[in-house]
């Protein structure tokens, strides 16, 4: 059993849609959560970062986690061609630096 | 915007060649990493480095090699390129107190085709 798990989609949705987007894990150790954006032919860059459960609010952008049941969200208010990417999941893994990661979700918003 | 630069961004070689990936970070970040991604997969720790003179292998088994002479330079090598070695390499780099340690920040990848 894989220690994270994500969706790989396609998910396609037109513009303006609410985008829900999640990932979840095995660990319940597991303390620090981040969300990647990754577009074609670039590297990801950090869109998100939690720690606790909750959520979290950045512009359209906001991630959530449900550490009861081992899930972690991201949702995208009013969605936008430009969010157009690869949306990856990312859990640090215990006292040392290394992350793990989701196969990423394939997000298209439609004009 | 990261500073971190990686070259070539795209290589296609014959089989046996040896070629090297180069990393740079002009951060001053002490940890580095490269990672393997291929299409629909998560991506996959190959080798890390938490400082100069510091390697270690990642999850991911590897025929590669790396080296941290430098603190901004983190080339990834491989000796007889191969087939199954076609894939896309990210090089990234972390570094900071608190919260900010915890982020990574990636190049543009680099696209191997070994023919």
């Not at chain 1, 998910?11 to 954006?37: D, H, K």
């Not at chain 2, 330079?73 to 107190?97: D, I, K, M, N, V």
Request: charged share 20%; proline share 5%; net charge neutral.
């Amino acid at each position: 059993q894989k220690e994270v798990e994500q969706d790989p989609g396609p998910l396609s949705v037109p513009e303006g849609a609410i985008v829900s987007l999640n990932c979840t894990y095995s660990n319940s150790a597991f303390q620090y959560f981040m969300w990647y954006r990754q577009y074609s032919r670039k590297g990801p860059e950090l869109l998100m970062y939690t720690y606790s459960s909750g959520n979290k609010e950045d512009g359209r952008f906001t991630a959530q986690v449900d550490k009861s049941s081992k899930y972690i969200s991201l949702f995208i208010r009013d969605s936008q061609p430009s969010d157009s990417a690869t949306y990856l999941c990312a859990i640090k893994k215990g006292s040392n630096y290394q992350l793990i990661w989701g196969a990423g979700t394939k997000l298209i918003i439609k004009p | 915007e990261a500073d971190i630069y990686q070259t070539p961004r795209y290589l296609v070689i014959g089989t046996g060649k040896k070629i090297t990936l180069e990393c740079s970070q002009t951060m001053g970040h002490d940890k580095m990493y490269w990672y393997q991604q291929d299409p629909g997969m998560e991506l996959h720790l190959i080798h890390y480095s938490y400082g100069v003179n510091s390697t270690e292998k990642g999850d991911l088994s590897s025929e590669s090699t790396v080296s941290r002479i430098r603190t901004e330079h983190f080339p990834l090598t491989l000796e007889s390129a191969r087939p199954s070695h076609t894939s896309q390499y990210l090089c990234a780099s972390s570094g900071g107190w608190g919260r900010a340690e915890e982020t990574q920040y990636f190049g543009p990848g680099t696209r191997l085709l070994v023919l």
